[in-house]
């Protein structure tokens, strides 16, 4: 399988990234203009936690894909430099990716816990799989 296979579910998470900074600014400025918070006043986060939650919560989220999606780039990467792209790792990269979005839309909109939650778990498994299957690859 070609090494391709597997960037593309790591290009769709950038992608991902990509829109939620769009989103988090296209809600954070107006939030913060009818809040009266000034550019210079976000300096103290307090400040931007008096923003109603639906401009909070996709800035939330823009946060958390720096978090664990950092393992799932450096582990695709390491699995398409070594040759070891499969059909269930390129199935588990597309599980993550689509795990993710989902995570983000529910975080960004809905917020509900329980329901984000399950989703993480979800791409939680697919990583997990990913990580070990390259883990018994390599060693």
Do not use: K
């Not at 989103?23 to 986060?45: E, L, S």
């Not at 307090?46 to 780039?73: C, I, K, M, S, V």
Request: contains cysteine.
């Amino acid at each position: 399988m070609e090494a391709t296979a597997i960037l593309q579910p790591v290009l769709v998470m950038a992608l991902l990234t990509t829109a939620m900074m769009v989103w988090m600014y296209a809600t954070r400025i107006p939030a913060m203009q009818v809040a009266g918070i000034q550019p210079n006043d976000a300096r103290d986060h307090g400040a931007l936690e008096t923003l109603p939650a639906w401009a909070r919560w996709p800035a939330d989220n823009y946060n958390h894909l720096f978090e664990q999606p950092t393992l799932f780039y450096a582990v695709c990467l390491a699995i398409a430099v070594a040759g070891h792209v499969d059909a269930t790792h390129v199935a588990c990269a597309w599980v993550y990716t689509a795990a993710r979005i989902a995570h983000s839309l529910v975080q960004a909109t809905v917020n509900v816990i329980m329901l984000r939650f399950a989703i993480f778990m979800l791409s939680w498994l697919a990583l997990a799989v990913l990580v070990v299957r390259e883990a018994l690859a390599v060693f």
